[in-house]
């Protein structure tokens, strides 16, 4: 929420442009320097309400329930009851009618549960802002910004509310999601014209924008619905949420498939009147055969799948933003990973210094000054920070320095940022007499060739000569090659206060020493790269780390290949690059044309990354994999899945959860497709037969409608099964329904209609009524689906892996449902069935076995050519 201006009645932020930082800051009585206090903050935060946009309905509740109806098969069945009615069959047409809404109303709740899931999940992932508050920076939410905190931005941070720029070094947003424009743009502090266009304001930074190089403050002067991306969201309202890209195929399969059974129904209904069959009874088999062969509950059955998936891997710490991530992940077949807080614990600990007396307590020093990590806490012995520069300070702080008291005794007055392309961070500091003083620090190798001088022992300087610099260079990779990260340290004498040019330190500066850390790596990440190597998941570590730290702690973690450093790939030609298992000081374009690479060789590629560098890998990726704790939100907005633990371990999991979607979603569909081919089947034998229809459309839409839900989603909760991570990625290409699948569909389609027509006739042949002949009929593709499920568990092993304590509830929920179907009135009336003999029963039971029988039988026979096909080897399921 804005504050207004008390003597204009203008918002303060419409304006805060054209003024000073100076009279931003009394306009909201903030601190430019210290911030708010707690208690003004809790205090404003009452006032103004939460940092979030108001959350919409969507198209609202009613139109969200008419929508369940906006599809063919329900334009089918709503004629058909129409049509129905005006024939005077009313109870028919009732229970047409009260299946369509029943199944609108199924629509919607479970609409409301993915939507309400996927709240939940993008819950998880909270963006979070670094404020002032009591003169020390601390990590909130972003929600509870108020007007007039103090926020410090870094380099790909998300701006978490619109501000007034008091400070900035070299600091650049990306605005294009509010301006549409692409270029980066510098910020100052320097107020400009009351009429320049929002993207031409260089004092403000605004909310949703991202900061995408250097580092600066700023005043809140807007939260929530009224930050100019909270007008737009005004403007623009909100969206309906757009099918995933597998549910938007399915979608396209089922309404070409509702077109062909369509087309279908009319060409039996022409052919019986041809034979001199009654229209009404025609009708009723072109009815039947529409509403028995279209699976309308498949794209949602499959989007629940998917959320189940989504929810299971959410519990692991994997967070996936779409749910076909849930599903891709499984068909992963290289995972690109970053080195810090992925592999390795992300906890720094400076384990070596090279400098002695006097030389190494400058060196420490430089390491507080020359660093964008801040002290927190009571005491200020704590940090936040980027994890080598928090290290840093605490090995200061062992030493006997004090970096909060250090930091206020030499304020920053200039700064050069680290880029991956510099390799180097240099800061101006101006001292308690008035004196400038600058520190570096960077990659040994960088540093080195810009110092003229070294700092003794004696505190001392002297010239650094050839040898001199070749030995600190020799124990820089020494170290380096022990799996130490180790950073050189320099000063040198800023000519002004202000910014730092890179053209003034080459020779000017004096080496201070070099620090050496080291980031442990994780057991369980240890054993994640081995399991995805079993599972013939390729594993490339990517790290801005030296070549031989990088190749030292690969070593650690089993992940071979060739070393390829910095030029070096650039240089490379493709070959190489996709035999390296190893890419160390590697540029965010050299990420990006690694993804590539590997895509057009055709991998799946995951890509892990947290920082703003990361951002264009991650999207290329076909999964990109951002870090929730440390990750900047650059880094999330690219990617598909958040890891909520930043751990390696945690992506194998995934992939492990992703695979175990992929094979319930071939369970289902190897299981409900014959139900609606054999439901189609027999209408279209019957009729060009010229016999009595087996099943009405009634009967039809109760069996469609209760196996879907209370056999056929059980298994979307099957157990993965023990070799899931034991045999390779599935081939990219390969069908989603095998071509053993696909004859394994079409052999119980067949038995249904075998044995729908067997139980039929030999009712009728023994004397029952059409009514009990029907219901017969009924239960026998029940009890085939039952009994298909069970078998659908494994499609290729002969016994399931596991217990799967759904299946057998909804086996004992439809034996329930059938009985009641099958004898009580108020369902003999509904759906014009009647009590079937005991003898009956048996021969139904009979099928039923026999149906797994034959199944089981074909598994035997084909079980190792289908994972062939699939997996592209040997393998179970």
């Known amino acids: ?81 129409a049509v129905t009615l005006a024939m005077g069959h009313f109870v028919d047409a009732g229970v047409i009618s009260g299946v369509v809404v029943l199944n609108a109303a199924i629509g919607y709740v479970q609409e409301a549960r993915a939507q309400r899931a996927l709240d939940a999940l993008a819950r998880m992932v909270r963006v979070e802002a670094v404020a002032v508050r ?48 692409s270029a980066p743009v510098a910020k100052s502090a320097e107020p400009v014209a009351p009429r320049t266009l929002l993207a031409d304001r260089t004092a403000m930074a605004y909310s949703g924008t991202v900061t995408t190089r250097g580092t600066g403050r700023g005043i809140v002067v807007a939260t929530g619905a009224d930050t100019e991306v909270g007008a737009i969201d005004r403007l623009v309202g909100s969206a309906d949420r757009h099918p995933t890209p597998l549910t938007r195929r399915l979608g396209v399969f089922s309404r070409r498939l509702t077109a062909v059974i369509v087309a279908l129904a009319a060409l039996t209904f022409a052919v019986g009147t041809l034979y001199g069959e009654a229209p009404d009874r025609m009708f009723t088999a072109a009815v039947a055969l529409a509403v028995g062969a279209i699976p309308e509950g498949l794209p949602a ?89 928090t290290a840093l300070l605490a090995a200061a702080q062992a030493q006997g320095l004090v970096p909060a008291q250090e930091a206020a005794r030499a304020p920053r007055v200039g700064a050069l940022p680290f880029t991956s392309e510099r390799k180097l961070m240099a800061t101006a500091h101006r001292g308690a007499d008035g004196r400038l003083a600058g520190y570096v620090k960077g990659a040994p190798e960088r540093v080195l060739v810009l110092c003229s001088r070294a700092l003794g022992p004696d505190g001392r300087e002297g010239a650094l000569d050839a040898e001199g610099a070749e030995q600190v ?20 004498a800023p000519e002004r206060a202000g910014a730092v040019r890179e053209d003034d330190l080459p020779g000017r500066l004096t080496l201070l020493g070099l ?84 895509q057009r060789r055709g991998e799946v590629v995951a890509m892990t990354g947290d920082g703003v560098n990361d951002a264009p890998a991650l999207r290329q990726a076909d999964i990109g994999v951002a870090m929730g704790r440390v990750g900047t939100d650059a880094a999330k907005e690219a ?19 992703g695979r175990g979607v992929f094979d319930n979603l071939r369970r289902f569909l190897a299981w409900t497709l014959p139900t609606n081919i054999g439901e189609g089947l027999v209408v279209m034998a019957a009729v060009l037969a010229g016999a009595v229809l087996p099943i009405l459309p009634v009967q039809i839409l109760w069996i469609n409608m209760t196996t879907a839900g209370f056999l056929g989603l059980t298994l979307a909760f099957e157990p993965r099964s023990p070799e899931t991570m034991r045999r390779p990625p599935r081939r990219p290409r390969a069908p989603v329904l095998s071509r053993d699948l696909v004859r394994r569909i079409v052999l119980v389609s067949l038995i249904l209609v075998a044995g729908a027509f067997g139980v039929f006739h030999h009712a009728l042949a023994g004397g029952a009524p059409v009514e009990e002949a029907r219901t017969a009929a009924v239960n026998v593709f029940v009890v085939v689906e039952a009994a298909y499920l069970i078998s659908c568990r494994s499609l290729e092993r002969l016994l399931p892996h596991g217990p799967n304590r759904w299946v057998w509830a909804g086996i004992t929920v439809m034996a329930v449902l ?60």
Request: net charge negative; hydrophobic share 45%.
């Open 1 to 81: 929420m804005a504050t207004p201006d008390t003597t204009s009645g203008t918002p303060l932020h419409a304006r805060a442009h054209a003024l000073s930082g100076a009279e931003v800051a009394e306009a909201l009585a903030a601190d430019r320097e210290r911030g708010l206090t707690r208690d003004e903050a809790a205090r404003r935060l009452a006032a103004f309400g939460a940092n979030a946009l108001p959350r919409t309905e969507g198209t609202g509740r009613l139109m969200r329930l008419l929508r369940q109806f906006h599809s063919p098969l329900v334009y089918v069945l709503l004629v058909a009851a």
């Open 134 to 181: 009591d003169g020390a920076a601390r990590r909130l939410p972003a929600q509870d910004l108020v007007p007039g905190d103090l926020v410090v931005l870094q380099a790909g941070d998300r701006v978490p509310a619109d501000l007034r720029i008091v400070g900035a070094e070299e600091l650049e947003t990306d605005e294009s999601a509010l301006t549409g424009e």
């Open 301 to 389: 059955a499959i989007t629940i799948v998917l959320a189940i998936g989504a929810v299971r891997m959410a519990r692991r710490n994997a967070v996936v933003r779409t749910l076909t991530a849930a599903e891709t992940l499984g068909g992963t077949t290289v995972i690109c990973t970053d080195k810090t807080g992925t592999l390795t614990t992300n906890e720094m600990t400076v384990v070596r210094v090279l400098a002695e007396g006097a030389a190494a307590r400058a060196c420490l020093l430089a390491g507080v000054l020359c660093s964008d990590a801040a002290p927190t806490g009571p005491d200020g012995r704590r940090a936040v920070g980027d994890p080598t520069e």
């Open 473 to 492: 260079r020799r124990t820089a990779a020494e170290w380096a090659g022990q799996g130490l990260r180790v950073l050189a340290f320099a000063r040198f």
């Open 515 to 598: 620090q050496a850390m080291h980031d442990p790596p994780r057991p369980e990440a240890i054993e994640a790269v081995r399991a995805c190597r079993a599972a013939g998941i390729g594993v490339r570590m990517l790290t801005g780390d030296h070549g031989a730290t990088a190749r030292a702690i690969a070593d650690r973690f089993g992940i071979g290949g060739e070393v390829l450093v910095g030029d070096g790939i650039d240089a490379a030609d493709e070959e190489s690059l996709a035999r390296a298992g190893v890419f160390a000081r590697v540029s965010p374009e050299q990420k990006l044309r690694l993804v590539r690479l590997l």
């Open 639 to 657: 990617a598909d899945m958040v890891l909520a633990d930043d751990d390696f371990a945690t992506i194998e999991a995934a992939v492990e959860q």
């Open 818 to 877: 059938q009985l009641l179907f099958t004898y009580t009135p108020v369902m003999n009336a509904l759906f014009h069935t009647a009590p079937v003999a005991g003898s009956t029963w048996a021969l139904v039971l009979a099928v039923g076995a026999a149906a797994y029988a034959a199944v089981e039988t074909d598994k035997a026979l084909w079980r190792r050519s289908d994972a062939r096909r699939m997996w592209g080897a040997d393998g179970g399921e």
